[in-house]
């Protein structure tokens, strides 16, 4: 009894403040009554889960609020407010001016100014770093005092008298309704798999058909659905998928639509850069893909998918699956520029952003997402254009998940989608080893990359460049490997080329020392040869880059590319031969020297 008390009390106290948001970030007071009831309803079933949230120092407001924005998000369509008589000309004029702002400040402006969280805390709810939330604040403040005045808060807050009207449920509902969903969070996963599984066969249903008979829906197998659902399972239908003003923050000043919505059985399947099969899962139950269009500049397209596995252990193994094909992609041009990991969102999460560089520059955002047994990817192609922040791509992907995530009996899908930077997966070449998709593009060629199998090392007697005169034998390596990448179509004189020599020593110690000793070759390197000249590029601790010209005679100038990155006992170095017409960039070859680094991580 004390522990619904404390809820009772809870609620009573703080639902009309968290409906009061839910109104003005959609707009819709319906669907945010709606989300009020239903996340008061979860956050009850999890109780003890808050309680302890509480205990550790954090709000319990922490928890249901950000559930019953996302419900309301979930729930809302359109401009609702221009269609509702009861609403006065102010109040409406208000919505149009909160809806003016782009969700992202418009969701700071809410958190901080409304609902009164610190900067702090509201940028760890958002996932974003406090500059970036101090940002979106005061874009939010900005837009909303030019449309509405110096007054704009108590505006906003008049807002309350029209959400009042909103029936909210008794408290004795809202525990009841939460002691039902507790019975039945033991079923949901299997009845959600089911209902997902027949969810894009809605659509092929014959007018006049039995809502419960499911025709001419295929699995990625090729075997149709069975006719007729098991007793009390109903058709999901593509409404599942993300909804086009979800992908706001990617994009905020363009509109969205959807182009098309389909189970993926037909054509050749593959609907996106680095996609290898038809299904990352070729033996689940189900999938379904939409793609969505934007008008205006810089040209967006956005893409996705959803696969049902058999189970969790499948549907993990799409998920490896599918960040295999983005991580390891081998496309001419195309370099892998970062990765994320994402937590509050499912049971794994990742980001990466993709580049292929030429005339238009092309830009993928790539979310990924296992939540027990369905795999989700949300892409998003810019031509041309800046890309999206990895923080909205989170939020983006948290918002997927949420509509394939079994809210209606449970919650803990997603909680506060967060965006960490971590070194990329791996490339599926040989790991400790940089991989062609790390490789920067190289002047106007067009050709991909292609990486030999690695060779001892050790055996090698001569060294790249009289200046650095690094050999890892000599200087006491347990053992080293070397891989050579070259670019086999391009019209390139022989020299042209990159290698990769990675060696382990005894100690870091060990390693530390070799490369000082390199850099020591390197400084004395024009007073030992006169025919090279030395430039040095970025530096760090444990990293060094440097360009050598070596001239070879009045006309000829051979130039070498070297970088050098240590990570605990191992050493990577990184030696690039151009050509008069085709070489890396400085900042590019530096950052491939960085990503070297990441690399040697992998051995670890």
Excluded at 135 to 149: H, I, N, V, W
Excluded at 275 to 284: M, S, V, Y
Aim: hydrophobic share 40%.
């Amino acid at each position: 009894m004390e522990q619904e008390e404390a809820f009772d009390a809870f609620y009573r106290t703080t639902r009309s403040d968290v409906l009061l948001q839910a109104f003005l970030l959609t707009g819709d007071l319906t669907a945010a009554a709606a989300a009020v009831k239903d996340g008061y309803t979860i956050t009850w079933q999890h109780w003890k889960k808050v309680v302890a949230l509480e205990a550790a120092g954090e709000e319990p407001m922490g928890y249901v609020r950000p559930l019953v924005w996302r419900l309301a998000q979930r729930r809302h369509t359109g401009r609702l407010w221009h269609r509702n008589k009861g609403l006065s000309d102010e109040h409406k004029l208000v919505l149009d001016a909160v809806h003016k702002l782009a969700s992202g400040p418009r969701r700071a402006v809410l958190l901080v100014d409304l609902a009164g969280v610190d900067v702090g805390a509201a940028a760890r709810e958002l996932g974003l770093t406090a500059e970036a939330a101090t940002a979106r604040l005061e874009t939010g403040r900005t837009g909303l005092a030019d449309s509405l005045g110096a007054d704009h808060l108590e505006r906003l807050r008049s807002l309350a008298a029209p959400a009042a009207t909103a029936k909210l449920p008794r408290p004795s509902i809202v525990l009841r309704a939460g002691r039902s969903r507790r019975r039945l969070t033991a079923v949901v996963s299997v009845t959600a798999a089911v209902a997902l599984t027949v969810g894009a066969g809605a659509a092929a249903r014959e007018p006049g058909q039995d809502r419960n008979t499911a025709v001419h829906q295929v699995l990625p197998g090729g075997k149709p659905v069975g006719e007729k659902l098991p007793e009390g399972i109903e058709l999901t239908t593509p409404e599942s998928l993300l909804e086009p003003f979800q992908l706001a923050d990617l994009s905020p000043k363009q509109t969205w639509t959807t182009v098309r919505t389909d189970n993926n059985t037909t054509g050749d399947g593959i609907n996106i850069v680095c996609q290898a099969t038809r299904f990352a899962d070729p033996r689940g139950l189900a999938a379904l893909v939409r793609t969505y269009d934007t008008e205006g500049k810089p040209q967006r397209t956005a893409l996705q998918t959803v696969e049902i596995s058999r189970d969790t252990t499948a549907a993990s193994r799409a998920y490896d699956t599918t960040v295999g094909w983005f991580a390891g992609c081998q496309v001419a041009r195309l370099r892998l520029l970062s990765a994320y990991r994402v937590t509050g969102v499912g049971d794994e999460a990742g980001l990466m952003k993709i580049r292929v560089a030429g005339d238009p520059v092309q830009t993928y955002d790539v979310a990924v997402a296992r939540t027990r047994e369905i795999t989700t990817t949300v892409v998003m192609r810019t031509v041309d254009g800046i890309s999206a922040e990895p923080a909205d791509l989170a939020t983006t992907l948290g918002d997927a998940v949420e509509k394939l995530c079994p809210t209606t009996v449970t919650a803990g899908c997603v909680m506060a989608p967060r965006a960490i930077a971590v070194p990329p997966p791996p490339s599926g070449e040989e790991r400790g080893f940089v991989g062609t998709v790390d490789l920067p593009p190289v002047g106007a060629l067009r050709e991909p990359w292609l990486g030999t199998p690695s060779t001892n090392a050790l055996k090698l007697t001569d060294e790249t460049t009289r200046c650095d005169r690094a050999n890892f034998r000599k200087a006491g390596a347990t053992k080293a490997r070397a891989r050579t990448f070259l670019i086999p179509e391009a019209e390139v004189p022989a020299t042209f080329g990159f290698t990769e020599t990675v060696g382990t020593f005894k100690s870091a110690k060990a390693a530390i020392g070799f490369l000082a000793d390199v850099r020591r070759s390197v400084a004395g390197c024009e007073d030992r040869d006169l025919t090279t000249e030395v430039s040095a590029g970025a530096s760090g601790r444990d990293f060094a880059v440097w360009r050598f010209d070596n001239k070879v005679s009045d006309d000829v100038t051979v130039v070498f590319r070297v970088g050098f990155v240590r990570v605990g006992d191992r050493v990577a170095k990184l030696s690039f031969v151009p050509d008069a017409k085709n070489d890396m960039e400085p900042e590019d070859f530096a950052w491939l020297v960085q990503r070297a680094g990441e690399r040697l991580r992998e051995l670890s």
